[in-house]
């Protein structure tokens, strides 16, 4: 196929991508095999799993297809300077030898996240302020002029990674944290994180294949989630194109516009013939789902229903449940432990054995009161919150759990 034209010569699919390059996908602790398995979809090659990150190799196309569609990813890092500091100097030296002027305009825009790790460098703040100040230094020298910080919409968004006397400089692809994917028009209290949700529906092992419930939605991101994948609707489908690597000299408009189209056309092509249902007490949530779902052109794909978990069955057949119940300090630990052994009758009384529950929480004393034996425990972390997520195989013979 054709898809560009470079100083007057037709370029082929093969030659305009280029050549292969190392790459860190950032995520969340738990998540860093789903992720790997999604960078395997997007062509990433060469992969390994790191803490809360995976490192790959791949080219253009690869960056573009996993900032584009890899759901549990955080952000697409492509490292470009590595280097050894055993002092600030030596960092400072080092980073005002890179030609930033051909990478970033004098008139542009950019900010440093620091992460630092041992006894060299034990502030990151301070190892960022010195990184910024040799890239401004070497600016001032040459144009007498410098690019400025913009913490919020930086044009060229730079990590810096440092552990013991190891520097690395990555540029960040993606800009926005990719969880930010552009259908929230109004959050719930407590939403659970989009990288989290669909890592969470994905560790369940969901292969749209069943119907979809989360007996408390709130503001609906487990059920955008789901439904962006039975659609198959790319996980960025909806962030208007907001991407770092649109700013980056080296943007193949071409080679992009190939990605997206590709993975556009791939929308709706699963057949799900399945249910995906919401349900919450609170009725202002629940409008919150609604405005959310709407603005996603999801509210035909969702069913929502008001009020309490006891009162509502799940969709009739094989029924996936995901959830993200209350837990932490807005509610009182009586009533939270009350919360709890309701949902553990519920599980027995209303869904039964054509139905399976993946439960998400941090209260690990509440969780004691559902009265069941969870089949798997998966640490996760919902912000600082150290969580478990519960998988409940449900037998309904003996309304009990079959671990029980
Ligand atoms: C942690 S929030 C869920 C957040 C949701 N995952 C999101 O992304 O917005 C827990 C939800 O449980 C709901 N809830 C609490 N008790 C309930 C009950 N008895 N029945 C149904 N929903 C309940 C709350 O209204 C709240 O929206």
Not at 8 to 33: C, D, P, S, W, Y
Not at 66 to 85: G, H, M, Q, V
Not at 301 to 317: A, K, N, R, T, V
Request: one cysteine or more; aromatic letters at 10%; glycine letters at 6%.
């Amino acid at each position: 196929m054709i898809i560009q034209k470079a100083n007057g010569r037709v370029l082929k699919n093969e030659e305009a991508r280029g050549a292969e390059f190392k790459m860190v996908a950032k995520t969340m602790h738990g998540l860093e095999e789903i992720l790997a398995d999604e960078l395997r979809d997007c062509g990433a090659k060469n992969i390994e799993l790191l803490s809360r990150a995976v490192e790959f190799s791949g080219d253009m196309r690869v960056l573009y297809r996993a900032n584009y569609t890899c759901r549990t990813a955080l952000a697409i890092l492509k490292p470009f300077a590595e280097f050894e500091a055993n002092n600030e100097q030596e960092l400072y030296d080092n980073v005002y030898r890179i030609k930033w002027e051909k990478m970033l305009d004098v008139d542009g825009t950019f900010m440093i996240d620091s992460t630092t790790s041992g006894d060299i460098f034990t502030h990151s703040y301070y190892a960022a302020l010195k990184t910024k100040d040799a890239i401004v230094d070497r600016f001032r020298r040459m144009f007498n002029q410098r690019p400025n910080i913009d913490t919020e919409n930086a044009d060229f968004k730079l990590n810096l990674h440092i552990a013991d006397n190891r520097v690395t400089l990555l540029l960040n692809s993606s800009g926005e944290s990719l969880h930010k994917r552009g259908y929230r028009q109004a959050v719930g209290l407590a939403p659970i994180n989009e990288v989290l949700a669909a890592g969470m529906i994905k560790l369940a092992g969901w292969k749209c294949d069943c119907n979809f419930y989360d007996p408390m939605c709130g503001s609906g991101t487990l059920l955008i989630e789901a439904a962006m994948m039975a659609n198959n609707i790319p996980a960025q489908y909806y962030r208007q194109e907001n991407f770092a690597f649109k700013r980056w000299r080296d943007f193949n408009i071409g080679e992009w516009k190939y990605v997206k189209e590709s993975e556009d056309r791939k929308i709706g092509s699963l057949d799900f013939d399945y249910e995906i249902w919401g349900n919450d007490i609170d009725m202002d949530v629940l409008r919150q789902a609604e405005m959310n779902l709407r603005h996603a052109k999801l509210h035909k794909d969702i069913i929502l229903y008001h009020g309490s978990f006891e009162d509502q069955e799940p969709p009739e057949g094989r029924t996936l449940i995901v959830t993200n119940p209350p837990y932490g300090e807005r509610i009182k630990v009586d009533d939270l432990n009350e919360l709890y052994t309701k949902l553990g009758d519920t599980f027995k009384r209303l869904y039964g054995e054509r139905c399976e529950v993946w439960l998400i929480s941090s209260d690990f004393n509440a969780i004691k009161h559902i009265g069941l034996h969870p089949s798997k425990k998966i640490q996760l972390f919902n912000g600082s919150l150290d969580c478990r997520l519960l998988k409940y195989e449900l037998y309904s013979g003996s309304k009990k759990s079959k671990t029980d």
